[in-house]
């Protein structure tokens, strides 16, 4: 039979052994929990870059539409502001017309009749045109400015300075800050 000694000894190797596999089982469970903690955190942070991406490409397209939105308002009020460009166009030949019937001057009532009768056409298409903000583009003492005027001809008088509109043969017209046709001149070279 074992002595005491001996049952002590082997007592405490196997206190030694069970404390040796408690602690390897400890460590496996932490390195268990420690790999599952730092999974969890990969996963997060994978998820808070989704997130962010998200964000941003939310705001992006928002941002995208805000200037997709601004644009076409844009387009809108500049379509409106010269939506009567094609009709005042195409009013303008006869407006030019009415302007040449007024330069004939006769002394027969009835041809005077008439001309007032021209007039007051003339004068209510004016104020037509008026109201839908054509403007006549400047000519007299003017100088000649490309955008304005178209010059067909040039002429030299001495009393006035080079450029100056010396004679105009067809009048110009601007509707808001658009010309929708320039004057025909005759400039000062």
């Given amino acids: 039979m074992a002595t005491e000694e001996q049952k002590e000894t082997l007592q405490e190797e196997v206190t030694t052994e069970e404390t040796v596999e408690t602690e390897e089982t400890t460590d496996s469970e932490e390195v268990v929990e420690k790999t599952t903690e730092e999974l969890l955190q990969e996963q997060i942070e994978k998820l808070q870059e989704e997130v962010k991406a998200s964000e941003d490409k939310y705001l992006r397209l928002y941002a995208e539409f805000e200037n997709f939105k601004r644009r076409k308002n844009q387009e809108i009020d500049t379509i409106n ?18 302007e040449r019937a007024l330069q004939v001057e006769s002394t027969n009532e009835e041809v005077q009749t008439v001309l007032k009768g021209v007039q007051m056409v003339y004068e209510g298409l004016q104020a037509a045109l008026k109201s839908e903000g054509v403007e006549l583009v400047e000519t007299e003492n003017a100088q000649f400015d490309p955008n304005f005027h178209h010059a067909v001809m040039q002429g030299e008088e001495s ?20 010309v929708i046709r320039p004057a025909m001149v005759k400039v000062n070279s």
């Fill in 159 to 178: 009393d006035k300075e080079s450029g100056v509109i010396l004679d105009t043969f067809q009048k110009g017209y601007k509707l808001k800050d658009r």
């Fill in 81 to 98: 502001a010269y939506k009567s460009q094609k009709v005042i166009t195409e009013i303008l030949p006869s407006l030019d017309n009415l």
